[in-house]
């Protein structure tokens, strides 16, 4: 076969890829797009992880906002309603002896008590009590 100039050529191989290339390809894709894929599960279950012991720790300071404040504002409602944590007086610590007026605001431990995981929070407030007449 000639061209138009008249320089012989040779038959032209069709053009496209082979199944091969294509299989290769695929292949590829599909390993690209199942990592994508995977890493998109991880952060949605980081993210509920998250979101849950957020809801927690908000839950368990809410109990501890409430022992701090249960003395001085008892008719106040929880903000969350949250059966989980239970709050509980312990015991008014020794006062220290003053030279002074005795004081009507002593310290009282407490413990906020995970019913869940028996997971124990304790701390101090300052409680209001009635001075002797």
Request: hydrophobic share 40%; glycine share 6%.
């Amino acid at each position: 076969m000639k061209n138009r100039h008249g320089a012989k050529t040779t038959p032209r191989a069709s053009s496209g890829f082979t199944l091969l290339e294509v299989m290769v390809a695929l292949t590829i894709t599909s390993l690209v797009l199942g990592g994508l894929f995977s890493l998109a599960a991880g952060s949605k279950q980081l993210a509920v992880r998250t979101q849950s012991t957020l809801q927690e720790t908000m839950a368990a300071r809410a109990q501890i906002n409430m022992a701090l404040l249960d003395n001085d504002y008892r008719d106040l409602e929880p903000v969350i309603d949250n059966d989980r944590y239970q709050r509980e007086g312990v015991d008014i610590l020794p006062d220290v002896l003053r030279r002074t007026a005795p004081m009507n605001d002593l310290l009282q431990s407490y413990q906020i008590v995970d019913s869940e995981t028996d997971e124990v929070i304790e701390g101090v407030r300052w409680v209001r009590m009635e001075l002797p007449q």
